[in-house]
């Protein structure tokens, strides 16, 4: 079973979609003990990092989550790859799950923010599972983006300057695109992930 995070602030209903399409029994749930449970662990999320953020310790998930992230696949999807992040300045700083290493900023391009539509994905090359995705289109909506070192980017996409699209530790992973808005390649994407991680 696959646990997707119900903080509040999350896209839940397509990204739900996209993995029963993959033939996954799908709960959305707040609860710890139904966490427990899953074999994978999503984190979608819509809005802005401090009011994610606020949610989770309001709902008592920040603990839980960190030490779910250690035992079990954990994917966060566009916020929700921001929150695996150190901390966040998107309004007041905001410390996030700090399960990989950096920060969430605002994007410095010459080009409109927020960042909405559809743009190549660079793959880095030693991350051989991801690179069938090379130059293949997903849908972007988000001003913030993280600001991480290169051990950690699995694949970016440019935007007046490159910001990590795909990013890993371990076996936790960040996409901060919307794959269950990326048809197919999004589709497959998630794929990957699931058969990484299994």
């Not at 966040?88 to 290493?101: C, F, R, V, W």
Request: aromatic letters at 10%; hydrophobic letters at 40%; a negative charge.
């Amino acid at each position: 079973m696959i646990a997707i995070v119900d903080y509040g602030m999350g896209n839940v209903a397509s990204v739900s979609t996209a993995f029963k399409r993959l033939g996954y029994e799908v709960l959305l749930t707040d609860k710890e003990e139904e966490l427990e449970r899953a074999s994978h662990i999503i984190l979608p999320g819509v809005g802005s990092f401090q009011a994610a953020v606020q949610e989770i310790n309001d709902r008592n998930l920040k603990q839980p989550l960190q030490r779910l992230a250690k035992q079990k696949p954990f994917l966060g999807i566009c916020l929700g790859m921001q929150l695996l992040f150190t901390e966040g300045y998107e309004g007041a700083t905001s410390k996030g799950l700090n399960l990989i290493p950096g920060t969430i900023e605002k994007i410095e391009t010459d080009l409109l923010l927020p960042h909405i539509g559809w743009n190549a994905l660079h793959i880095n090359e030693t991350h051989q599972p991801f690179t069938a995705f090379q130059d293949k289109h997903v849908y972007f909506v988000h001003s913030f983006a993280a600001n991480t070192t290169d051990d950690y980017i699995v694949a970016t996409a440019e935007y007046g300057t490159n910001i990590p699209a795909i990013v890993q530790n371990g076996h936790v992973f960040g996409i901060q695109f919307h794959p269950e808005k990326s048809g197919e390649v999004g589709v497959d994407i998630l794929k990957t992930f699931l058969q990484l991680t299994e």
